[in-house]
């Protein structure tokens, strides 16, 4: 039974490239939650997906950041042009659609932009 | 909205002490309240959860009391093994279509 898989693990860009971020949720989770994790900040929420879904996007930077969670394949979180400070740790998260059911975590792609 | 505050850390204790992390939240409706740990170099983990006020979660050794009336979810460990060693992170959860909120997560480091 995989966990949440997520890829790639480390992922290198120069500024004005684009990143693609792709997770896998657990196999029977409909909903997946990615977050971003900056050195002593902890973990920031950015955006909940539901299969062709947007449900929460609240903590997505407006300009040049992009989710999906198509029907099928992975859910993929997209960056254009990216900057030095989008260096971070992106964690993709999934759950079952039940009240109160933990989220699952994948070990997250680490991205740097040089 | 909701939040969730975290003691300050870093916390750096010697094996087999006893372990303290406090945890209060606010939060609009009946959370859901959660401990994650986080091992060096990977992903979350849920080490346990308290779906309603007076509720105990246990695991591991570590336990955690929902208190709705001081609004904390303080984690506990009589004694702390070096294997500890870890970010801890505690989150609210209040219901359909919501999301996880995390406090900013403390670092445990245990000493041999």
């Known amino acids: 039974n995989a966990g949440v898989m997520q890829n790639p693990r480390h992922l290198v860009r120069r500024r004005g490239q684009e990143a693609r971020l792709r997770c896998s949720p657990m196999k029977g989770h409909s909903h997946v939650y990615w977050y971003r994790q900056l050195p002593e900040e902890g973990l920031k929420f950015m955006v909940y997906?539901?299969?062709?879904?947007?449900?929460?996007e609240s903590g997505m930077p407006k300009e040049r950041f992009s989710a999906e969670f198509p029907k099928e394949g992975p859910s993929i979180l997209r960056i254009q042009q990216v900057v030095r400070g989008d260096s971070a740790a992106y964690f993709c998260?999934?759950?079952?659609?039940?009240?109160?059911?933990?989220?699952?975590f994948g070990n997250g792609t680490r991205l740097t932009v040089t | 909205g909701n939040s969730v505050t975290q003691m300050e850390g870093p916390v750096t204790l010697s094996e087999e002490a006893f372990l303290t992390i406090n945890c209060t939240y606010t939060?609009?409706?009946?959370?859901?309240l959660f401990w994650y740990v986080q091992y060096p170099g990977e992903g979350l983990q849920l080490l346990l959860k308290a779906t309603k006020a007076d509720d105990k979660g246990s695991n591991k050794g570590f336990e955690a009391t929902y208190r709705k009336e001081t609004t904390s979810f303080h984690l506990e460990k009589g004694s702390v093994q070096v294997s500890d060693s870890a970010v801890y992170f505690c989150a609210l959860y209040t219901g359909a279509n919501s999301k996880l909120t995390f406090g900013k997560g403390i670092t445990l480091s245990v000493r041999p």
């Open positions: 997906l539901q299969k062709e879904n947007i449900i929460d």
């Open positions: 998260a999934s759950s079952t659609s039940d009240w109160g059911s933990p989220l699952h």
């Open positions: 939060a609009t409706g009946y959370p859901s």
